[in-house]
């Protein structure tokens, strides 16, 4: 069965930690994404990557990087969390040209205090 | 751009009941649709998705979407709710020019009441 694994699926972190959410995938996909879910927002997508070492900012990057080091694994790091970024972390991925879909992980609920 | 529009964030109907989620969509080229579901603390699940061969599509757990370009919307039903089918659904619609990003919608909670 293919798989997007997140680390963890809840964290607590203090204001001003770097966080790191580790996001792998099984798959062989090209794209990776990284979104966050907030009620009544929907996903905003936050950065994305077509391929190794190549990531792309999306809708919200600001208080956000990433990296890709590897095809499989995807980082996002919040550089000095803050409490608006309490939040749901989702990790997706995909083949390229996404005809069939992304694949998401389980999801990370992020607190910040 | 492209961009869908989800009508109505809750959704609620009894069980055996038609379930039937709005979803529109702009494009200015042919567009693929999907749709998610998301169930309580986990990640979203590829319910269905169009891309351009038959217009009526059929997906996971009985559901279907009929893509009507007139009415450039992409409906999602079921003839008859289960408890199960309780949780949120989003539209999505791929992003044109680009080689896998797709925009959601703000989704619709779906509630099924006994």
């Known amino acids: 069965d293919v798989k997007v694994t997140q680390s963890s699926r809840y964290l607590v972190k203090r204001t001003g930690e770097k966080v790191f959410l580790e996001c792998v995938q099984d798959?062989?996909?090209?794209?990776m994404f990284w979104y966050r879910q907030d009620p009544g927002l929907g996903l905003r997508l936050i950065y994305f990557?077509?391929?190794?070492?190549?990531?792309e900012k999306g809708d919200i990057p600001e208080g956000y990087s990433v990296s890709r080091e590897k095809k499989e694994r995807f980082s996002l790091i919040l550089e000095s969390a803050s409490t608006n970024q309490t939040s749901m972390y989702l990790c997706?991925?995909?083949?390229?040209?996404?005809?069939?879909?992304?694949?998401f992980g389980s999801g990370t609920r992020l607190t910040v205090v | 751009a492209q961009s869908v529009t989800q009508l109505g964030s809750h959704v609620s109907v009894s069980e055996g009941a038609l379930v039937l989620l709005r979803c529109n969509y702009s494009s200015s080229v042919p567009p693929y649709l999907f749709w998610y579901v998301q169930y309580p603390n986990q990640g979203l699940q590829l319910l269905l998705k169009y891309t351009s061969a038959a217009t009526l599509v059929k997906g996971i757990n009985g559901f279907e979407a009929e893509f009507k370009k007139s009415e450039t919307s992409f409906h999602l039903t079921k003839p008859s709710a289960h408890m199960s089918d309780a949780a949120e659904y989003f539209c999505a619609i791929l992003h044109g020019g680009s080689q896998g990003n797709l925009i959601f919608g703000k989704g619709t909670k779906l509630s099924v009441k006994p």
């Open positions: 798959m062989d996909h090209e794209n």
């Open positions: 997706a991925s995909s083949l390229w040209g996404v005809q069939g879909g992304y694949t």
């Open positions: 990557s077509y391929d190794v070492k190549m990531k």
